[in-house]
């Protein structure tokens, strides 16, 4: 599967903005898809985390109260909703796949146990 991240941009603290990530190719249907986010000079952190058919999500503790994951199968597309950005929510994110059969435990948080990348999006927030 290919995925293709959009929807980044410079947005001031407490601002809003949607990304969205394309997926062409492959089965959409059967991945977990997660959003991760890197800073510069950091690693790859854990956003949030979608199971295939929506029925289960997971959050940082970060962004909980603020960000929502959500896919629509139908468009092959996973979003992530971003709302009261702050300073610290500065950095590309990047969307990416779970394959079957799907990580289990702290392992979904790990930006190592996805199989698939999309090229990332640059999310600035100002003050």
């Known amino acids: 599967v290919q995925l293709q991240a959009s929807g980044g941009g410079l947005v001031q603290a407490e601002g809003s903005l949607r990304l969205s990530c394309a997926a062409t190719?492959?089965?959409?249907?059967?991945?977990?898809l997660g959003w991760f986010r890197q800073a510069p000079g950091k690693e790859r952190d854990f956003v949030a985390r979608i199971s295939w058919n929506s029925g289960n999500t997971l959050y940082a503790d970060s962004v909980k109260g603020r960000f929502t994951i959500a896919r629509d199968n139908a468009k092959n597309t996973v979003y992530l909703q971003m709302n009261s950005l702050k300073l610290e929510d500065t950095a590309v994110y990047y969307c990416?796949?779970?394959?079957?059969?799907?990580?289990?435990?702290?392992?979904?948080?790990?930006?190592?146990?996805?199989?698939?990348w999309g090229q990332g999006t640059l999310v600035t927030v100002s003050s």
């Open positions: 990416a796949a779970d394959a079957p059969p799907w990580s289990m435990g702290t392992r979904r948080y790990s930006y190592r146990d996805y199989n698939y």
């Open positions: 190719g492959g089965t959409f249907g059967d991945y977990a």
